[in-house]
Structure formats: structure tokens, C-alpha cells
């Protein structure tokens, strides 16, 4: 297989994807890859413009949702099965990472229950949402962004997404194990930090914290989205078979190193 865009691999043909967070960063490239591997891709967001463009330039549907709302959720789904008459792959994408959430001394209430609400807590909603077409299907792929940090700890601390992230795995290792035998696979994909506008954000504030956390990666750069994409497209497929209910790790050997080259 190939990444480049004109000579990509299409085994997603005539598969239904739905990704969520597709307005931007890993959703948006995923979008773009599953889509230019022959699947309909449903965009969902909150963001009603980024997320309509992401469907418009997937070629495929957008469903404004918010993850932590059951009733939205369950819409997503529906709408995906209506439009295209099955659920074959969900990328359970959606999250955030906002400043308030740093060290545990200084992180509030309201902030640690925010980030588990989007982070976690809308994958086990889309989870329970998705499992019953593929039930019914006797097939799926559910891919569920986790992050290196669920396998890892930092000084550099941003508590409620780490917590929500070991969440994610725990969470997406149970449904593995729990419907394998129903042909359904469920995976965390555990991104290493990611050149999205996400990370650009919270790094432009901190640089310092930026160069802290780049010494640590053996490549010497972060990811890029389309990178992930590339890696969910492959958990999204056949070829991917006998993966599940694991921690899919993409994070440039961070979490194999023990020290780094120098420069």
C-alpha cells in the first residue's frame, strides 16, 4: 500500500464510516483517507461549517452532533445507517483538550468533568450507539482515539485527558474482547502528540512545554494527521483482522525509548 494520494489502496469500497470531530486536525485527514479509500464517509461536528466542508470534500454526508448528548448520538448513527444502509466503521474521534485542564493541584471540578464528557464519555455513547447495526450486520470496526499519554505518565501534566484517555482504552479493550466472536473488532488508536490545530493551540501558549515534550520523541518531530489517518484506515480494514482490543500505538517510538538520539 501506498500513501500517496494517487495510489492509494481502495478496501474500504462500498463501507460506511462515521467519524466524529471530522471538522478538523485527525478527523478531517481521516475523513479524506477513508473517503479516497472507496468508503461513504458521515462527517459529524459540532462545528456546522468545518464539518459540512469535511463532507462536501469526502463527498459524503455531514450530521451536526454533539457527542455528549445521547439523542444526537443515536441520530448520528441513524442517520448514517438511513443514508447509506449500514454501519461498517466507527472512528470515535471527537475530543478536547483545553488549558484549564493542567496539574491536578490547580484543574477544577467543572473542567475535569468537561474533558471526560467529551473525551470518554462520547465514546461510550457511540459505542453503544454503533454496536447494534454491526450486531445486526455480523461485522464492524470501531476505532476509538485514545493517546500515548493512556500508556504513559508526565510531569507535563493536563489530568482529565490523560484520565479520560486510559478511559478510552480500558473502555475499547472490554468491547474488543466482549464481541470478537460476533465479527466485530474494537481498537484505541494511541496517537503519539499531533501536529493539529489542537496542539498548535495549546503549544503557541506553552512553547516551553512544546520543546519539553519534542526531546522525548525519538523521530525528532511530531505526527501528522494524515499519518493517523493512515493508521485508522488500516484498523478500518480487512487487513486488520486479526487486530483487536488493543492499544494501536503511533507515536514516533516515544513509548519504546529510553533515552533519545542527540542531535
Not at 80 to 90: L, Q
Request: negative net charge; hydrophobic residues 40%; aromatic residues 6%.
Amino acid at each position: 500500500m501506498t500513501t500517496d494520494s494517487g495510489n492509494i489502496c481502495r478496501r474500504l469500497t462500498g463501507r460506511t464510516a462515521v467519524i466524529t470531530g471530522a471538522g478538523s486536525g485527525i478527523g478531517l485527514a481521516t475523513a479524506r483517507r477513508l473517503a479516497s479509500e472507496g468508503a461513504h464517509v458521515v462527517c459529524g461536528d459540532i462545528d456546522e461549517g468545518a464539518g459540512r466542508a469535511a463532507a462536501e470534500e469526502a463527498g459524503g454526508t455531514f450530521v451536526r452532533v454533539d457527542v455528549t448528548d445521547p439523542g444526537q448520538v443515536e441520530a448520528l448513527f441513524a442517520a448514517a445507517h438511513d443514508t447509506y444502509g449500514s454501519v461498517d466503521i466507527a472512528f470515535n474521534n471527537a475530543g478536547i483538550s483545553p488549558p484549564e485542564d493542567d496539574s491536578i493541584l490547580t484543574t477544577g471540578l467543572e473542567a475535569w468533568k468537561r474533558v471526560q464528557d467529551v473525551n470518554l464519555t462520547s465514546v461510550y455513547l457511540c459505542c453503544k450507539a454503533a454496536l447494534p447495526y454491526m450486531r445486526r450486520q455480523g461485522r464492524g470496526s470501531i476505532i476509538n482515539t485514545a493517546s500515548f499519554v493512556a500508556r504513559m505518565g508526565a510531569a507535563t501534566s493536563q489530568i482529565s485527558y490523560t484520565a479520560s484517555k486510559g478511559g478510552v482504552l480500558a473502555l475499547s479493550r472490554e468491547l474488543g474482547v466482549q464481541f470478537a466472536r460476533e465479527g466485530i473488532r474494537v481498537n484505541a488508536l494511541c496517537p503519539g502528540p499531533v501536529n493539529t490545530p489542537l496542539l498548535q493551540e495549546l503549544f503557541a501558549k506553552d512553547p516551553e512545554r512544546a520543546a519539553r515534550r519534542l526531546v522525548h520523541i525519538p523521530l525528532g518531530r511530531f505526527a501528522e494527521a494524515t499519518e493517523i489517518a493512515a493508521a485508522v484506515a488500516f484498523l478500518a480494514s480487512d487487513d486488520s483482522s486479526f487486530v483487536n482490543a488493543t492499544d494501536f500505538l503511533v507515536d514516533g517510538g516515544i513509548s519504546g525509548a529510553y533515552v533519545t538520539p542527540l542531535d
